[in-house]
């Protein structure tokens, strides 16, 4: 079966770096999507991997090991504004989204 | 500004009653897809499309319908509601089926009474 495991919570305090953890089983793998969702709001477009290693963006930044089903999103700098679910999404071999129930992350002052 | 509109944006139904979510986009992508999100789990996919003139089934289909006659639109067609499809649903697109990231609509929060 297809399973997505990533921790359902996490706080983190302003200005620090938090790291969300993401791993996978899916059939088949075209890569992984990393999606924000701010609460009562849809889910936008954070980050793209299809091949292992780290691609940053600004203050976030994604890892992927395809052999380990593992990814990793680092968030830098936090801001209150990052307070969201943060949801991985790897695409399986017919290119659908398989989605994880997200991570909450709570940042503190 | 382009993307993707859904009507309505909050709807409360009586079960037993049809119901049509609406979804457009305006970016010519050919993939479109209708999940639900419920507390707790991850979004669902119902229905998807990945080009005009064809569907598919998702994870979740039951008690659900949809079509695309052309590019721009995909209904969401509940026929019957039950109380346990009380959810968010949103309409999302992709360029195609294997390209690009996927771009939401705002979302349709439904209540089945």
């Known amino acids: 079966g297809q399973n997505i495991d990533q921790p359902t919570e996490m706080t983190a305090t302003e200005g620090a770096i938090v790291q969300i953890n993401c791993t996978y089983q899916?059939?088949?793998?075209?890569?992984l999507f990393w999606y924000q969702q701010h609460a009562g709001e849809a889910p936008t477009f954070l980050s793209y991997?299809?091949l292992d290693g780290l691609e940053e963006k600004g203050r976030f930044s994604s890892f992927l090991s395809r052999s380990k089903g593992y990814s990793y999103l680092l968030l830098k700098e936090l801001q209150m504004k990052d307070s969201a679910s943060y949801l991985c999404a790897p695409l399986d071999s017919n290119y659908q989204l398989i989605w994880g129930a997200g991570t909450k992350l709570i940042i503190k002052p | 500004i382009a993307g993707i509109t859904q009507a309505p944006t909050s709807q409360i139904l009586a079960a037993g009653r049809r119901m049509t979510l609406r979804c457009t986009q305006d970016m010519r992508h050919n993939a479109m897809y209708w999940y639900r999100q419920d507390l707790g789990l991850g979004l669902r996919l119902i229905h998807y499309s990945n080009t005009a003139g064809t569907t598919g089934k998702g994870e979740v289909p039951d008690g659900y319908s949809v079509s695309r006659a052309n590019t721009d639109d995909f209904p969401l067609t509940l026929a019957s509601a039950v109380p346990s499809q009380t959810s968010v649903y949103f309409c999302?697109?992709?360029?195609?089926?294997?390209?690009?990231?996927?771009?939401f609509g705002e979302g349709s929060r439904l209540t089945v009474l």
């Open positions: 999302a697109s992709r360029a195609g089926q294997d390209t690009g990231e996927l771009f």
């Open positions: 899916t059939s088949g793998f075209n890569g």
């Open positions: 991997n299809v």
